[in-house]
């Protein structure tokens, strides 16, 4: 496991997690108003799961990963030290939950690195529980069309959630917003061989997150593959622009 090197500096708390340089860099930022705690599925090598509020850490990324990045929100220990959180919580009762599954919905990061190459999308294909951004510094698509594009999904769900598919904490407060599918589980909302299109809920995450992957098989954005990025900035609950 890293060692852990918590800098107090002014805002944000810079985090160095010191580890072997790799040559995929992640800068962890979280702008939310509470801690969130990180999981993956595999798991990566030294991901730390707690990311403070207003946090930045430069992670040193595997050179070698296919998978997915979440985050927990409301999270707590009860009395007998138990932990768990209102969203993406892996029901083991730990901080650490890599090779779990979370509960849903969870808005879903998803990489595939083949160091230098970095594919990235943000995924709102098992709902959202979280504002999200990631964004390439430098770097030149594979397809040799052009620079590393920010991809996002900076807008909470909940003004065109329906109702079906809200979730909501146990005082009745909205928590995150599930997707078509995983709240009707019937085939025309999913990806199941009766073809991947389109439906009036998901054109609607679309309408307020045109660069995140709204049902599974949505094919805009591509997944981009990037290489030569400096670094990757993977920024939750980024300012509104
Ligand atoms: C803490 O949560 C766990 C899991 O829900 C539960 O089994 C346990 O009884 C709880 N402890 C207290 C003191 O509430």
């Not at 108003?33 to 999981?39: D, I, K, N, V, W």
């Not at 809920?201 to 309408?207: A, D, F, I």
Request: a negative charge.
């Amino acid at each position: 496991m890293a060692k852990s090197v918590f800098l107090n500096l002014f805002l944000p708390m810079l985090l160095l997690r010191a580890g072997v340089r790799s040559e995929v860099i992640f800068h962890f930022e979280n702008l939310c108003s509470e801690t969130l705690y990180r999981a993956s599925k595999p798991s990566i090598g030294d991901l730390e799961p707690d990311l403070p509020r207003y946090a930045y850490e430069i992670f040193n990324m595997d050179d070698h990963y296919s998978g997915s990045i979440w985050v927990r929100t409301g999270c707590s220990t009860n009395a007998s030290n138990y932990f768990s959180c209102e969203t993406g919580d892996c029901g083991n009762g730990i901080m650490e939950c890599a090779d779990l599954n979370p509960s849903l919905p969870v808005t879903l990061l998803n990489f595939i690195v083949s160091a230098p190459i970095v594919s990235y999308e943000v995924s709102l294909v098992h709902g959202q529980n979280i504002m999200v951004r990631i964004q390439p510094n430098g770097g030149t698509l594979m397809d040799g069309s052009g620079p590393c594009p920010m991809v996002e999904c900076n807008k909470e769900l909940s003004s065109v959630c329906p109702l079906k598919c809200l979730a909501l904490n146990k005082a009745g407060i909205y928590v995150g917003c599930y997707s078509p599918c995983d709240a009707f589980k019937e085939p025309k909302y999913c990806c199941n061989g009766q073809g991947c299109q389109q439906d009036e809920y998901s054109l609607k995450y679309k309408g307020l997150c045109p660069s995140a992957h709204t049902y599974a098989g949505d094919p805009q954005p591509p997944t981009y593959h990037c290489k030569g990025a400096d670094s990757y900035d993977i920024t939750f609950c980024p300012a509104i622009d």
